[in-house]
DNA sequence: ATAGTTGACACAATCGATTGTGTAAAGTAA
DNA sequence: TTACTTTACACAATCGATTGTGTCAACTAT
């Protein structure tokens, strides 16, 4: 290109001062301005004043590309997600834009459509993009994982949450899936109830198999019955969860309690019940999941288990930022998996303390690290 | 620095294979590689073929910010909304990424968290980044836009949406409230409403003040008076909405048709409604703003207005690329208005047809552009 | 066969910031 | 005063890709 002279200023977006302007006016090297922008022990106090006070009066602002670029690591995070809607993702990744922002790193979002292949494009754009790590929740079409090879083989520090890859090897963050089914059954129990249902999720899905775990766990410990005859599985639909406590009710022993393993369906059971003439949470409680924000306007209200979404997401950016920052440094991965928060509302509450108090043992039932 | 030998691959996240390398392999320069890959005219066919083949085989990913810099323009788009929850949002940012990615961008999202210091900071740290383009929500705290000048200084296209900058000579989206307010209201005549009541949000807000306008409109429009002791100014609070219609049935001639300018204030109504022993719709029929998703969780469900949540965010991009692709050609700012979508549900659904039909005047209503 | 074209690629500067090494001036010690 | 440190900067290469201008060869035309 011909050699252009400082003229005409152009039709670019870059910034009207770049450091050479600055050292062109003090008369100093470009390498002055960088250490003394970045505070560098080389250079004097005075010549640091004097910088400073021009980068301010001409409000210079740093070339993040030309940084990155140089420095072969960018400010910038990686997040994909299967889509931004609904209750779950925008929370976290609210939380993870906050700690992100707070560290001085922006973050570039993606969404997966719930397609591998997007996904993988979504992983090449980012590469592209010279991210300093990457957050990720699969897409339900990701069966296998070779193209997360990639990222670290590229050495690419590589966070997953919510949806992620089992092992030991990753570093991962979730919410505790069975402490929240056992948190809500315990609770169920402690209300009284001795029959409890359960309206499952798909069990090729973790996060239902986990929650089912909890609530068998919780009836274990009381000494109650575990009965397959309560738990009926469905996809987590409203209309399922009223067809599901139709068939409960049907039931030889019908259950006294309902333990949903999600807020949608629990809806679906809580209105059937009315429609069945029962009162809730009198002749049957009923708890969900996911703290969706209908709970809060369904009369009575539901109880449910809220997901910690933005701790989720915090937590996630803490240990990405420990991965980039352990640089090179073997950082051994780590799992976490965070204490979900039983919310007790309405629909499971009965006015009588309960008749037979459960054992304490509230702190026996903690699981591996908790974030 | 010291000459350094490619030898150690560093702990740099840079792609393990570049132009240069190409360029080694096939003993070419790298300008034959550069031009082979954007397919430049001067490239001979069967180069070309040995170039892309060869990238293929390594999997070669082109760096960016490398080219962003020199260049001088990213493939980045900046968002600045107030926070990443609710319904709203998520989905506008859905939306933008969606629309973007297509295009080939993708997307830096910030929060200000309603707050005017950290939209400034935002703005500097997208600068930074040196996207090609920026679009945002003003947040609540925003009074003056001084530090949007910025960017127009840079020549860096900017679009406001939702919340934006009144005047022709800024790019907006907005939705058309006040022809939401209008359908709704017109929506509650055709009902056979004749006393109807507006729950008003806080009139400093546009959105609100041209919902109450479209109401004002319909009402006259079908000859009905204007009274403005229909009208109760909230803050779109549940609890207001059920104090708002308390208030409105304590009139000598309580409503029969309440149209709120917000879903929760519509559902506070609602449930005060009933607690009164009225039946919805047969009694008071209510109709809300944003279709929020309880409103088709609560009983009955509640008529509202779609806000075009996605629409919006492409709606958005697309004039934010047009802008960016007018490169210097003095674009000349543009105002989008998106047509609102009314959802009529059972809260305002009448059993029996219209007794007076309303003057046919749709046609009529319809506002300035729309996008 | 000589001049004029065209095709296909190389050179080298450039975007803006970073950084190892060199070096002149100033300061300290002997 | 001579020698040795420090202090405070400057030089210049570098990250990876882009692009205006040369240049050499093969090709066409007269």
Redesign the pocket.
Known sequence: ????K?TAPDT?S??PV??????RE?????????????D?????????QKVLKLAKKYN????????A????KSKLLGIVVPYIEGRFFPSVVHGIETAASKAGYNVIICQSNEDVAQERRNLDSLLSAQVAGVLVSLSRTTLDHKHFDKLRSRGLPLVYFDRVVEGDNVNTVVLDDREGGYLSTRHLIAQGCRHIAHLAGPQHLNIYKNRRQGYFDALREAGLPEDESMVVYTDMLQEQGAAGLRQLLALPTPPDAVFAAGDFCALGAMQEARRQGLRVPDDVAIAGFSNESFTLVAEPNITTVDQRCEEMGQAAVRLLLEVINSAGAAFSPRQVALRPELLVRASSLRPAPAATPVPKKVAVSRPKAVG
Do not use: C, E
């Open positions: 290109m011909a050699p252009r400082k670019n870059t910034s770049s450091m050479a302007d600055l050292a003090l008369n100093v090297s470009m390498t002055t301005i960088s250490r003394a922008l970045s560098h022990f080389s250079i004097g106090p005075a010549m640091k210079y602002q740093p070339n993040h590309m030309a940084s670029l140089r420095k072969g």
